[in-house]
């Protein structure tokens, strides 16, 4: 059974920094492509930032400030968020691509609350 | 980037019923890369149909999606009282690479 487990979430101040995790089971780690998913009551479903073979993607409310990657012996993807805004309290999902064709998420994790305040 | 434009905003009906959810695109979006969601409260949303009209496993067969260019369609063609719920629709294509409608959310009337 695939399973996406997040973890890492929290308080933090503006400006600050936060590492967030996801410990993935049930599946080859390496041979998938996976993402990061963010959201808000008010702006809905946000795609972060996803790595595959091929690199690293992201999109542009995060770029320069947060960073995708992965642990393939340890099946852990990872997102470290730096000079975190107010705007980037959210919920995050890890989430899996079923494979090199399709673009849709077919495995989601359960979500971590991030929440930046002071 | 590609603005996904679900209407409407919330649909109202009874179990037994026919629902009928759009999603509106900005620019063409190729069928192979629409896809819906279902979220329940404090779950992660869960894939229904892939491209287009595809049903992911498990989906029973009262789910079906439609369309293709700009307009797509997730019909359920009887409400059961585990159908209500917040769609989501998804198009893949462009920069931002995923993008997501705003939602409909079909409440129990």
């Known amino acids: 059974e695939v399973q996406l487990l997040e973890s890492g979430g929290g308080l933090v101040q503006p400006g600050g920094s936060l590492r967030l995790s996801c410990a993935a089971s049930?599946?080859?780690?390496?041979?998938?492509?996976l993402n990061w998913v963010r959201q808000t009551p008010g702006k809905g479903l946000e795609w972060v930032s996803g790595?595959?073979?091929?690199?690293?993607y992201y999109a542009d409310s995060v770029k320069g400030r947060f960073t995708i990657s992965r642990d393939n012996s340890k099946n852990t993807l990872y997102l470290q968020m730096n000079s975190l805004r107010a705007e980037d309290t959210a919920v995050y999902y890890c989430?899996?691509?079923?494979?090199?064709?399709?673009?849709?998420?077919?495995?989601w994790g359960q979500g971590t609350l991030v929440t930046v305040s002071s | 980037e590609t603005v996904l434009t679900q209407s409407p905003g919330t649909l109202s009906l009874s179990p037994g019923e026919r629902a009928t959810l759009s999603c509106r695109a900005s620019q063409s979006v190729s069928s192979s890369y629409l896809t819906w969601y279902q979220q329940k409260p404090g779950q992660a949303p869960r894939v229904l149909i892939f491209?287009?009209?595809s049903r992911a496993t498990g989906v029973p067969d009262r789910f079906s999606g439609s369309g293709s260019g700009t307009d797509f369609t997730l019909t359920i063609s009887r409400l059961e009282p585990e159908d209500f719920a917040v769609y989501y629709c998804q198009q893949y294509g462009g920069s931002p690479p995923y993008t997501f409608g705003q939602g409909t959310k079909l409440e129990i009337k």
């Open positions: 049930g599946f080859t780690f390496s041979s998938y492509a």
């Open positions: 989430a899996k691509r079923p494979n090199t064709a399709e673009r849709y998420f077919d495995y």
């Open positions: 790595i595959n073979a091929a690199g690293t």
């Open positions: 491209g287009a009209s």
